[in-house]
């Protein structure tokens, strides 16, 4: 039997609903949630998150504004405007989109935010508190993936979760949070020998190394959960993830696709994080 497809267009759209309901009671009660996305120089998948994130606030009532500096721009002016923003109690997240220009360090940006606006969920205090099981705002695409697995009751604990890629933003955290929902997981990597040994034992596999089509179903074991967060561009301009899809399907149990798959569920944890932080229960 074909796999049973986990849309992350249509669960977005129904946990985007309600979160509608629960942004327009915050509005009665004179809390409007603010977005604050920070865009540095004119990256085009960059500019196409940026709106996406932009269009999405929009449609739960979210209010956003969206800075765009020049690629120009210095690290101490960068830090300037984050602390200017820390400092305004209307904002209640602040995203920076990565990358950014070389002369500005990454890391200086994403710890220079405050922690209870940090809807990325980058930053490493919002990462120890995730590791260490207290409140945090959790990453995105982590955060997305779980949420589509609970949404299918998928059984978590107990099962061998096996995670290829290990991102700061993807990899390492989604195997946090599978560890902390009981799973045995293993982390396999660019440097991993004998890939297959491992993901054949996979009850739950997330392809998270960013290499087109990487998987297929000789890589499989008979009903695996496959969820795919690649998103690589191929020359004929088409998305495709790190599964072959049409392979995987064939054997696996669940599969998402892409797109449609995890992409939706990134952005819609970005507004549920915002919500979160505007109602302060985050690090409180
Ligand atoms: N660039 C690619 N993905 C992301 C993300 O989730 N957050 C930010 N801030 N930048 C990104």
Do not use: W
């Given at each position: ?28 009660s004179?809390?409007?949630?603010h ?11 960059s ?5 996406g ?9 979210i ?9 120009s ?5 960068l830090?300037?405007?984050i ?5 305004d ?6 995203l920076?989109?990565l ?49 589509m ?7 978590i604990?107990?099962?061998?979760a ?22 045995t ?32 179903k ?67």
């Amino acid at each position: 039997m074909p796999a049973e497809i986990i849309s992350g267009k249509e669960l977005g759209n129904e946990l985007r609903q309600e979160m509608k309901k629960e942004v327009d009671q915050l509005k009665n009660s004179g809390l409007t949630p603010h977005l604050t996305v920070i865009i540095v120089g004119d990256n085009p998948a960059s500019r196409s998150y940026v709106r996406g994130k932009e269009k999405a606030s929009d449609t739960v009532g979210i209010s956003s504004e969206v800075i765009e500096l020049p690629s120009s721009v210095t690290e101490e002016e960068l830090l300037g405007l984050i602390d200017q923003k820390n400092r305004d109690a209307s904002v209640h997240g602040i995203l920076v989109q990565l990358p950014l220009p070389e002369q500005i360090r990454e890391e200086n940006i994403i710890v220079a935010i405050d922690p209870a606006k940090d809807v990325d969920g980058f930053h490493p205090i919002n990462i120890g508190r995730m590791m260490t099981g207290q409140d945090a705002l959790l990453p995105c695409t982590p955060y997305g993936i779980i949420t589509m697995l609970k949404s299918r009751n998928i059984p978590i604990e107990g099962k061998h979760a096996v995670v290829i890629g290990r991102s700061n933003i993807v990899g390492k955290p989604v195997g946090q949070l599978l560890l902390a929902e009981n799973a045995t997981v293993t982390y396999c990597h660019s440097k991993t020998d004998k890939l297959t040994d491992y993901t054949k034992s996979a009850d739950i596999l997330i392809a998270a190394a960013g290499r087109a089509n990487m998987i297929n179903k000789e890589h499989l074991k008979e009903g695996a959960v496959v969820i795919d967060v690649g998103i690589n561009r191929m020359e004929d301009g088409s998305l495709t993830g790190d599964v072959d899809f049409e392979s995987a399907k064939e054997i696996a149990s669940y599969i998402t696709p892409v797109p449609r798959g995890v992409g939706p569920m990134t952005i819609t944890m970005l507004l549920k994080n915002t919500i979160q932080a505007a109602k302060g229960l985050a690090n409180s």
